[in-house]
């Protein structure tokens, strides 16, 4: 419980820092997983902070497994671990009795998970994040131009409609399949499709000009029924 109330405390916290800085971090990190990185050296430096004594209970032995578990966790999160991941959480059976290897790697399964469901939640509050998604894309694109940096394609489409059929395939192809697995593996988690799949249908209707069609004030959450 420890390892996820913390794995991604400082995700959204640090997620967003002015350009010199990121900067900076790349050359601490060597640009690998930089931001995934600094979140977890930063989440490590809350938890340790001898003024708060979140720790303060833990053996030396416990702390370092926490740290070293907190760490692997939070560095699979990065994007380009996903193709990897999403294979060997596939490709694993898991069980009550399953090994020291394969919690672990159900452990950063769920997270991952987690990391890109936004789509699981309602749809009023999944359509709002998506939305300061792209707004920040924008922001980062126009920021790159400035610089004279390129762009990722994703985050710089061609208009509207496209984004919102990037977002729609973000789901299809990202996101369902790691939740259908997840769904094999727990099966109470099963619901969470329905919304899903709901979620990613009005993003479709988006991205075909019948946003008319969309109700965006929409708080009913579908698993339930």
Known sequence: RVLFCTGKVYYDLAARRDEKERDDLAIVYNDKSVLENHHASMTWRLLTDASLGLLSSLSQEDKQYLRNMMIELILSTDMSHHVDLLTEFKNTQFSQFMSEQHKVLFMKSLLHSADVGNAVRHFKAANALSRKIQSEFGEQVAREKE?????????????????????????????????????????????????????????RLFAEGKGSEVDETEERWLGLG
Not at 149 to 165: D, G, H, K, R, T
Request: proline share 11%; with cysteine.
């Open 147 to 203: 610089l004279g940096l390129p762009s990722a394609p994703y985050m710089n489409p061609a208009n509207e409609q496209v984004a919102w059929n990037l977002e729609a395939n973000f789901i299809d192809y990202v996101c369902l399949p790691l939740w259908i697995r997840l769904a094999e593996v727990i099966p109470s988690v099963r619901p969470c499709l329905k919304q899903i799949e709901h979620t990613r249908d009005n993003f």
